[in-house]
């Protein structure tokens, strides 16, 4: 299994920026996959979801009606579009699927700083 982000960067509150999650070594369309965020000092946070059934996602709080995740099961690919950043969106983000086991990609930094 492996995952690689790609995608994070500087951007000014406000911004936006779209992360991408390459997958291979399972059978993408058939598994949900989720972004996970962590900031320095803070636990690993929950940010978005989406099953292998198309339209079925879910959000932290603190990203509804900012964030979007969706996938593109032909490429293997899951995204994370995310909008009107904010300094708090700080953090390494990483994209997470269960194959039984839990795997993770190496992450992608977003900073959100003027």
């Known amino acids: 299994v492996r995952l690689v982000e790609s995608g994070g960067g500087l951007v000014q509150p406000g911004g936006s920026l779209r992360l991408s999650c390459a997958a291979s070594?399972?059978?993408?369309?058939?598994?949900?996959m989720r972004w996970y965020r962590q900031a320095p000092g803070k636990e690993r946070e929950l940010v978005a979801f989406?099953?292998?059934?198309?339209?079925?996602?879910d959000y932290a709080d603190s990203v509804k009606g900012r964030f979007t995740i969706s996938r593109d099961n032909a490429k293997n690919t899951v995204y994370l579009q995310m909008n009107s950043l904010k300094p708090e969106d700080t953090a390494v983000y990483c994209c997470?699927?269960?194959?039984?086991?839990?795997?993770w990609g190496q992450g992608t930094q977003v900073t959100v700083s003027s």
């Open positions: 997470h699927v269960r194959v039984p086991n839990n795997y």
């Open positions: 070594g399972f059978t993408f369309s058939s598994v949900a």
């Open positions: 989406i099953s292998s059934v198309p339209g079925n996602t």
